[in-house]
């Protein structure tokens, strides 16, 4: 696999952080990326970038830190696509 290419396992990853962002907007807990990127001081544009190029620019590993502890975001559900998204 060439440098550049970015594994399968890291583009479900970063479909799952993104499933789990929409899901935030639409229970009204957060308004949008701008509200992460702000809390967590960190580029909107890099969030954004992530999003819509998710075979061209890996997730942060702290964006997934992040989401978890501030939003009860299962990391289990985030990294193996197993169990239920939210921690109870």
Known sequence: MPA????K???DINS???QAVDYLVETKRIRGLKTLA???DVSRF???WSK??????RLKLEYLYY?????????NWLFFGKGEMIER
């Open 38 to 40: 702000t809390l967590w």
């Open 4 to 7: 550049t290419e970015i594994p």
């Open 46 to 48: 890099s969030l954004t």
């Open 16 to 18: 799952r952080f993104f």
């Open 52 to 57: 819509n190029h998710p075979e061209e620019k």
């Open 9 to 11: 396992a890291a583009i």
């Open 67 to 75: 989401i978890a502890r501030d939003y009860d975001i299962s990391l």
